[in-house]
C-alpha cells in the first residue's frame, strides 16, 4: 500500500510580542509529527508562551546543517508525516532557512502550506510612511563596503521602495553607504524592535539618519527606503547616464547591451549614452 505523501507547514512566528502568535500555530505545534526549529532553545520558550508541548519529534533546521538536514525531512514527508518548520521569528524562507526545503519538496510534489504570521518587512514597510503600493525586499547586504556599494549602486535607479534587514553594529556604515549612493535627502525609515517594549521608528533623509546611527544603535532593525524619483530624459547629464551603464556592465551585462537598456529606460537616442560613455572612457572617468 502506498503511503500518501505528507504536507509540510512553514508556520510564522511572533517578530516580538508573543501575544502575535496566530492561533493556528499551538495547534500546529501540537500536533505535527516532526517539528524543525532554527534554534530549539527559542522552540522550547515559545511553548511554553503558548502552552503547548509537541508530540512529534523535534530537530534543529539552521542555516549550517539545512543542506544536510533537507534530504531526512523530505524522506519524512515522503512517508507520510506533517512537518512544521519554525524559524526564530518572521517567516521561514524569508532571510530565514526554509527554501531548500521548499524546493525539495514541491520537486516531489509534496504539498507545502503556511500559518501565516507577523512579518518584520510587511510591517516595516507599513510603519515607514514610504509608498507602499510598489516595493521590493533585498534581505541583509554584503557585510564587505566594496560589495556593500556594488549592491546598492545595482538598484540606485529602483523606483520601487527598498526594504533591508540590518545588523545594528553595521547600521550607521549601511545608512551612511545609502547616502552616497541614493544621496543623503532620499528619505528612509529605520524600524527598531518592531512589536516589543522598545519599537522604534526614526523617519528621516538618509544623511540624518546615518548621523544618528554613528552614536549606536541597539535591536533588530528593519530599514525601509523610498525609490529613486522618476527623472526626465532632460535631467540626466552624461555622468549619470555613464553610471547607470557601469551599473549593469557590473551585473554582467555587454557594454553594447548595457547602453541599449539605458537608452530604452531613459527614452534617450542610444548614441547619446555611447557618446556619453566614450566620453567618460577617453577622459579615463
Not at 553595521?170 to 543623503?184: H, I, K, N, Y
Amino acid at each position: 500500500m502506498t503511503v500518501a505523501p505528507g504536507t509540510l507547514v512553514l508556520a510564522g512566528t511572533p517578530i516580538g510580542d508573543i501575544s502575535d502568535a496566530p492561533p493556528r500555530l499551538a495547534e500546529e505545534l501540537a500536533g505535527a509529527d516532526v517539528v524543525a526549529a532554527e534554534d530549539t532553545r527559542r522552540l522550547r520558550r515559545l511553548t511554553q508562551a503558548l502552552g503547548v508541548t509537541p508530540k512529534g519529534r523535534v530537530l534543529s533546521y539552521f542555516e549550517g546543517n539545512e543542506a544536510a538536514r533537507t534530504p531526512e525531512l523530505v524522506e519524512e514527508l515522503v512517508k507520510g508525516a506533517r512537518v512544521l518548520l519554525v524559524t526564530d521569528a518572521g517567516m521561514p524562507s524569508v532571510s530565514d532557512p526554509g527554501y531548500r526545503l521548499v524546493a525539495a519538496a514541491v520537486e516531489k510534489d509534496i504539498r507545502v502550506t503556511a500559518v501565516p504570521g507577523p512579518s518584520a518587512v510587511l510591517t516595516a514597510l507599513a510603519l515607514s510612511g514610504l509608498p507602499v503600493d510598489r516595493f521590493c525586499f533585498e534581505g541583509f547586504l554584503p557585510r564587505k563596503a566594496g560589495e556593500r556599494l556594488s549592491r546598492l549602486r545595482e538598484v540606485a535607479g529602483e523606483r520601487r521602495t527598498l526594504v533591508y534587514f540590518e545588523a545594528p553594529h553595521r547600521l550607521d556604515d549601511t545608512l551612511a553607504a545609502m547616502a552616497e549612493v541614493f544621496g543623503t535627502d532620499r528619505r528612509a525609515a529605520v524600524c527598531r524592535e518592531l512589536t516589543k517594549t522598545y519599537e522604534e521608528v526614526r523617519r528621516g533623509g538618509l544623511g540624518e539618519l546615518a548621523a544618528w546611527a554613528a552614536e549606536g544603535v541597539r535591536g533588530e532593525i528593519t530599514v525601509v527606503v523610498e525609490g529613486a524619483p522618476e527623472r526626465g530624459p532632460e535631467e540626466l547629464d552624461a555622468a549619470e547616464l555613464v553610471r547607470r551603464v557601469r551599473v549593469r556592465e557590473e551585473a554582467g551585462e555587454r557594454r553594447k547591451e548595457a547602453i541599449a537598456a539605458v537608452a530604452a529606460d531613459t527614452g534617450l537616442p542610444k548614441r547619446q549614452v555611447f557618446d556619453a560613455v566614450v566620453a567618460a572612457k577617453n577622459a579615463g572617468a
